[in-house]
């Protein structure tokens, strides 16, 4: 995830890796390049601008462009939903991995470095491990009923976020049997545990439920027809000078659509997404540091 200061719009106009320019530059291309045989056969030869059907399509693009102006908001604050749950889930779990750190170094002795080391290094592994499941391809596709012989190691039954969770839960019912700590610490203490699977499961929903393909396959298809489309409407009235218009109504319809795709799956590597190891250091460390 990129920080910036959002008042600095020049930053903000310079072009980045994240920006959707430098991936839709060719489509841009072949865009300007068909409204401009577009504008041609309407200046050379269809003299379509001299008739009454200019007007016609001149309010059918209007009616459209409401239309998916629409639609493209709703897929955007949908993405960015997911997104936004997906950084307050890993705030949780920084949370959570204190709280169980803190409740830990209180019930057990300063003496007892093994069991402290134990939940230091356990704690602080299940966040890097989590960041390393929700990246998998396999854990995307695990809710996919088609099988996937392109992925090697296809195996659903290893799922190593839950068995760290149970390694804790194992050495804090151990705890509770070797008398170190008490029934109710144990039940304070498992309130904290069951939080992480709880988190991880969260993530997953995420990763493995995609915008259904319906809806985001017919966005596709309305914005490529509508572009398409738009030349020949736009070209009759404004000859040449479509080519600029089209292919900025292109780009922002298409960086809206790819900001979305982006946004919707944030346990990636992209510039957009979540942070994952550095918040997993940052875990580590506070764990660490708690039960040093």
């Known amino acids: 995830m990129k920080a910036y200061d959002s008042h600095n719009w020049l930053r903000a106009l310079a072009l980045h890796r994240s920006d959707t320019f430098r991936s839709l530059l060719p489509a841009l291309v072949f865009v300007a390049l068909f409204t401009t045989g577009a504008g041609w056969l309407e200046t050379q030869y269809f003299h379509v601008s001299k008739t009454s059907y200019v007007n016609n399509l001149t309010v059918m693009h209007s009616l459209l462009g409401f239309a998916i102006s629409m639609l493209l908001v709703f897929r955007t604050n949908t993405a960015y939903d997911r997104w936004w749950e997906g950084r307050k889930l890993w705030g949780q779990l920084v949370n959570v991995s204190r709280n169980t750190a803190v409740k830990i170094a209180a019930m057990i002795p300063e003496e007892d470095t093994v069991t402290r080391t134990f939940f230091a290094r356990l704690i602080g592994e299940f966040a890097a491990e ?3 499941h929700l990246m998998l391809e396999k854990t995307r596709m695990e809710m996919d009923s088609e099988p996937h012989p392109e992925i090697p190691d296809f195996d659903q039954s290893k799922h190593v976020p839950a068995q760290m969770a149970l390694l804790m839960q194992k050495r804090a019912q151990r705890l509770y049997k070797e008398g170190q700590i008490s029934g109710d610490q144990l039940i304070t203490v498992d309130k904290e545990l069951v939080q992480f699977m709880e988190i991880c499961g969260a993530c997953e929903r995420i990763k493995n439920t995609p915008i259904p393909y319906s809806y985001s396959s017919f966005i596709k298809k309305f914005i490529v027809i509508y572009v398409f489309t738009l030349p020949f409407g736009v070209a009759f009235s404004l000859g040449y000078l479509a080519i600029p218009v089209v292919t900025f109504i292109f780009y922002v319809l298409a960086s809206l659509e790819l900001i979305a795709e982006e946004i919707e799956d944030p346990f990636g590597d992209d510039a ?16 660490e540091e708690i039960l040093a």
């Open 272 to 287: 957009n997404d979540l942070p994952m190891m550095r918040l997993a250091k940052i875990i580590a460390q506070n764990a």
């Open 130 to 132: 989590l960041r390393r």
